[in-house]
């Protein structure tokens, strides 16, 4: 499976962005997806996770309750709406696609899409 990443941008703090992670193949509903983030300085940390069929989610503690993951099978894509950005969460972010259920090991996801800038100021 192919991953592209985009939505990415500079927004002020407080603000929102929609991030589309867009894969190609015909087995896409097959795989578990997740979105790390990678900060400059800083190595790529996990932020969500969702099952293959969309019923089970997984997020960072720092992105709990101001993240959300989401897909659509039909459509090939996986989505992640971020609220309330804080000038912490600027990094590049990546989607990867895994065939292990329910992980957030970086390890365990063998698909990456480049990834997109998020930059949040204050």
């Known amino acids: 499976v192919q991953l592209q990443a985009s939505g990415g941008g500079l927004v002020q703090a407080g603000a929102s962005l929609r991030l589309r992670c867009a894969a190609s193949?015909?087995?896409?509903?097959?795989?578990?997806m997740g979105w790390f983030r990678q900060a400059a300085g800083k190595e790529r940390e996990f932020v969500a996770h969702?099952?293959?069929?969309?019923?089970?989610?997984y997020y960072a503690d720092s992105v709990k309750g101001r993240f959300t993951i989401s897909r659509d099978n039909a459509k090939n894509t996986v989505y992640l709406q971020m609220n309330s950005l804080k000038p912490e969460d600027t990094a590049v972010y990546y989607c990867?696609?895994?065939?292990?259920?329910?992980?957030?090991?970086?390890?365990?996801?063998?698909?990456w899409g480049p990834g997109t800038q998020v930059t949040v100021s204050s």
């Open positions: 969702i099952s293959y069929s969309g019923g089970r989610t």
């Open positions: 193949g015909r087995t896409f509903s097959s795989y578990g």
């Open positions: 990867a696609a895994t065939t292990f259920l329910q992980t957030t090991r970086e390890i365990d996801y063998g698909y």
